[in-house]
C-alpha cells in the first residue's frame, strides 16, 4: 500500500465513521499533500524525520506515511477499519444483498468531497451495479448547487465515465429543491433529460403544516419526479421533522408513482419508524439511498436497509433492487408495476 493509498483510506474509514470534520479535513489536507509530492521525496523526509515539515502533514498523517512506506501494516488504519464498520442486522442484510445501486450521492460538483470516478468505483467495490448521481440544483447556493450550465458539463463528463467504467452504469440525475410554492429549481426541459430526479425540501422547515403539506403534495405530483427526499427534514438531536399531513404526502406519493426515500444518513435516518410504517400502508414505493457525501458514506445504507427490515419494507417494493434497465423504465411508468 503506498502513502496515497492508506491515506485515502484513513479518509474513507474516518468519513464513514461521520468523524468530526477537523479530523477528516486534515488527513484530507494530508493527501493532497502526498498526492503532490514526488514519491521519492516522500521517501527520503520519511527516512530523515522531516515529513512534517510539508504544510499539511501533521505528526498522525506523518506516521501513516512511514509505515505505508515502510510496507508493514499502517497501525491507525488497522483501528479506523476494525472500528468504523457499519452495523447490519441478520434482517437487513436481506435487504443489503438485494441493492443493485444507490439513487441518492453527491460529488464535489456541488457539496460532497470526492470526484464522480471516485464514487464510482467505490459503489463497484461495494458490488453495485449503477449509481445515481443526484448533485444539488441551483437554489442551494450553500452547497454549490448545479445551474443549467454546469448540469450540462456534468452530462457530458459522465457519458466519457461511463464508457470507461462499463459495464457500471453511472445514472444521470439531480436532487432539486422543492421551492416553497411546491415548483422545482430546474426546468422541464432539464428534468426530462435526466435519468431520475429526487426532490426534497431544504428551506423554509418550519413553514405551516397545511402549506407544508401543499408544498410537498405539488412537488411529489410534478411528472418528472421521482423520489421524494428525506421528507421530514429532521436532524436527529438538532433539529425537529417538518409539520405536514403524511397521510396526503404518501397518498399522493403511491398515487403519482413517486418513492419514498429511507434515508440512510446517521443524523437524519429519515422517514421515523412511524411514517415509514404509514407509507407501506399506503402502498409506496421505497429507495434505500446514502445520500453520500464522500466514498467512505457509501457504506451507509445497511442503517436504511436494517431500519426497512424492523418496519416490514417489502422487498419488492424497493426500487434500487431493479435491475439499471428495470428502474429507468419504472420512472417512466412503462414498466407494468403498480
Same mark, same amino acid.
Given at each position: 500500500m *503506498?502513502?496515497v493509498?492508506?491515506?485515502? @483510506? ?9 468523524e ?5 479535513k486534515?488527513?484530507v489536507?494530508a493527501?493532497d499533500v ?17 515529513l512534517?515539515?510539508l ?6 498523517s506523518?506516521?501513516?506515511i512511514q ?18 464498520q457499519v ?9 443489503? #444483498? ?11 460538483w ?8 471516485a464514487?464510482? @468505483? *467505490?459503489?463497484?467495490a461495494l ?8 448533485d ?9 448547487g448545479l ?6 458539463? #456534468?452530462l457530458a463528463?459522465?457519458?466519457?465515465l461511463?464508457e #470507461?467504467?462499463?459495464?457500471f &452504469?453511472i445514472?444521470? %440525475?439531480i436532487?432539486v ?8 429549481d430546474?426546468?422541464?426541459d ?20 397545511k402549506?407544508m ?12 419526479v ?7 427534514g &429532521?436532524?436527529? %438531536? ?18 403519482f408513482?413517486t418513492?419514498?426515500e429511507?434515508n440512510?444518513?446517521?443524523e437524519?435516518?429519515d422517514?421515523? &419508524? ?13 429507495s434505500i439511498d ?9 457504506e ?30 419504472w ?6 408495476a403498480?
Open positions: *503506498t502513502p493509498e492508506a491515506l485515502e @483510506r484513513v479518509v474513507h474509514c474516518l468519513d464513514r465513521a461521520h468530526s470534520g477537523f479530523k477528516t486534515a488527513f489536507r493527501l502526498a498526492r503532490a509530492t514526488p514519491a521519492d521525496e516522500l521517501a527520503e523526509r520519511a527516512a530523515a524525520g522531516t512534517t515539515d504544510d499539511g502533514i501533521g505528526d498522525s506523518a506516521t501513516v509505515q505505508a512506506l515502510a510496507g508493514g501494516a499502517v497501525a491507525y488504519l488497522t483501528e479506523l477499519e476494525g472500528k468504523t452495523p447490519l442486522t441478520d434482517a437487513g442484510a436481506v435487504y443489503r #444483498q438485494a441493492l443493485k445501486g444507490d439513487l441518492h450521492l453527491h460529488s464535489r456541488s457539496d460532497g468531497g470526492a470526484t464522480i470516478e464514487m464510482a @468505483r *467505490t459503489a463497484i458490488g453495485h451495479e449503477y449509481m445515481v448521481l443526484t444539488h440544483s441551483p437554489r442551494l447556493t450553500v452547497a454549490h445551474s443549467v450550465e454546469r448540469l450540462e458539463q #456534468q463528463d459522465v457519458a466519457v461511463n #470507461q467504467l462499463a459495464p &452504469r445514472l444521470t %440525475g436532487e429543491d422543492i421551492l416553497e410554492d411546491g415548483t422545482l430546474h426546468g422541464d432539464m428534468l426530462s433529460r435526466l435519468d431520475m430526479v429526487i426532490a426534497s425540501v431544504h428551506s423554509k422547515l418550519r413553514m405551516a403544516g402549506e403539506t401543499e408544498r410537498m403534495v405539488r412537488a411529489v405530483a410534478n411528472p418528472h421521482d423520489v421524494l427526499g428525506h421528507c421530514t &429532521r436532524m436527529i %438531536g438538532k433539529r425537529d421533522p417538518s409539520s405536514f399531513d403524511p397521510d396526503y404526502v404518501f397518498a399522493a406519493c403511491a398515487h408513482h418513492a419514498v429511507i440512510c444518513r446517521p437524519r435516518l422517514p421515523p &419508524r412511524d411514517l415509514l410504517k404509514m407509507a407501506i400502508d399506503y402502498g409506496c414505493w421505497f446514502s445520500d453520500a457525501h464522500s466514498t467512505g458514506q457509501l451507509w445504507q445497511p442503517l436504511g436497509c436494517n431500519r426497512a427490515a424492523e418496519v416490514g419494507v417489502p422487498l419488492d417494493r424497493v426500487i434500487n433492487t431493479f435491475t439499471a434497465d428495470r428502474l429507468l423504465a420512472t417512466r411508468g412503462d414498466d407494468g403498480e
